[in-house]
């Protein structure tokens, strides 16, 4: 099973940027499709972006395309998330997440590695 550890969150003014990183050990990070979801206070754990075991494909959800992008380094063994103009509707603890399988999804079920999440809070 795959350990995930999340870090770079803070509070950042609207507008602002940040970079996420999620360090994985365990199992080759290579086979395992990573993605980052975020969870605000009363809501659901939501998805944002997804990434192929390669990092040849990537799909965001629509509320943070063009903002954000999901990158990952196999040979260091961790995914990124940069976020550019943000948002305070962006204010959210932020999980990285992983699964085994052969294509990718968006369903917060499919994934079974999940991180302890790192805040992140905008101010407006």
């Known amino acids: 099973q795959v350990q995930l550890v999340e870090s770079g969150g803070g509070l950042v003014q609207a507008g602002g940027s940040l970079r996420l990183s999620c360090a994985a050990s365990?199992?080759?990070?290579?086979?395992?499709?990573m993605a980052w979801f975020r969870q605000a206070p009363g809501k659901e754990r939501e998805f944002v972006a997804t990434?192929?075991?390669?990092?040849?494909?990537?799909y965001v959800a629509d509320s943070v395309k063009g903002r954000f992008t999901i990158s990952r380094d196999n040979a260091k063994n961790t995914v990124y998330l940069q976020m550019n103009s943000l948002k305070p509707e962006d204010t959210a603890v932020y999980y990285c997440?992983?699964?085994?399988?052969?294509?990718?999804?968006?369903?917060?079920?499919?994934?079974?590695?999940w991180g302890q999440g790192t805040q992140v809070t905008v101010s407006s």
């Open positions: 990434i192929s075991r390669s990092g040849g494909s990537v």
């Open positions: 365990g199992r080759t990070f290579s086979t395992y499709f």
């Open positions: 997440a992983a699964r085994l399988g052969t294509d990718i999804t968006t369903g917060v079920n499919e994934y079974s590695g």
